[in-house]
């Protein structure tokens, strides 16, 4: 059983399309995040969730939207992609703030 | 707002140990140590909670110093798997988990 689980697992798509990622844990977690990785593979933080709400929303351009619908899932959609936005977008979870953190196996986005 | 690691790049003969040192400016609670193969995800390696602790996770180790507000990671006698991307993680806020820009480890025969 996948601890955290994120799909797809690789999106190439042209730009100005929307997507979406989704991401399920299955940890009982209720701290939920969101990273970009960049190919320098600087990981910056984007959002994080707990118990549903938004805590961290970190100056991602706002047509970057996350949606929890409950604490085990955190899904995020992108309107309009750009260039930039090529990435491997992990999503992860922990037990508490400051917990170890359990990441999914990552979703790489090419925009073209 | 991110802690600062050095070096940015470490070559190592198969035996031989590194020191992976992480920065911060702001005061720190505890210290997260993740290291990331490439294609994969980060793994949890350890986490450091008090000031002048050490922690250890086979043969790597790590040392806190909230005084200094610095943590270091020692890896000896390297193997072909300890190679791969070193992350130091440090909470700035409630559910707020930072890091650095990476440490890439190899570990040659």
């Known amino acids: 059983d996948t601890a955290v689980s994120q799909t797809p697992k690789y999106l190439v798509t042209q730009m100005g399309n929307d997507k979406s990622i989704k991401c399920e844990q299955n940890l009982g977690h209720d701290t939920m995040y969101w990273y970009k990785q960049d190919s320098k593979k600087f990981l910056k933080i984007m959002f994080s969730?707990?118990?549903?709400?938004?805590?961290i929303n970190e100056t991602v351009p706002n047509r970057f939207s996350p949606k929890s619908p409950d604490k085990a899932h955190l899904n995020l959609h992108i309107n309009s992609l750009e260039l930039g936005d090529s990435a491997v977008y992990f999503c992860?979870?922990?037990?508490?703030?400051?917990?170890?953190?359990?990441f999914g196996e990552g979703s790489r986005l090419t925009v073209l | 707002q991110q802690p600062v690691q050095s070096p940015q790049a470490v070559i190592l003969r198969e035996g031989e140990d590194a020191v992976i040192n992480c920065s911060s400016s702001?005061?720190?609670?505890?210290v997260h140590w993740y290291r990331q193969k490439h294609g994969e995800a980060p793994v949890f390696l350890m986490i450091l909670l008090k000031g002048g602790e050490q922690k250890g996770h086979e043969k790597i180790s790590a040392s806190f110093n909230e005084k200094k507000q610095q943590s270091s990671l020692y890896l000896t006698a390297s193997q072909l798997s300890y190679s791969g991307t070193y992350f130091c993680g440090t909470e700035i806020g409630n559910n707020d988990m930072r890091f650095g820009a990476g440490t890439r480890l190899t570990v040659k025969p």
């Open positions: 969730y707990n118990n549903k709400e938004l805590i």
């Open positions: 702001k005061a720190l609670y505890s």
């Open positions: 992860a979870s922990s037990r508490r703030s400051g917990g170890e953190l359990f």
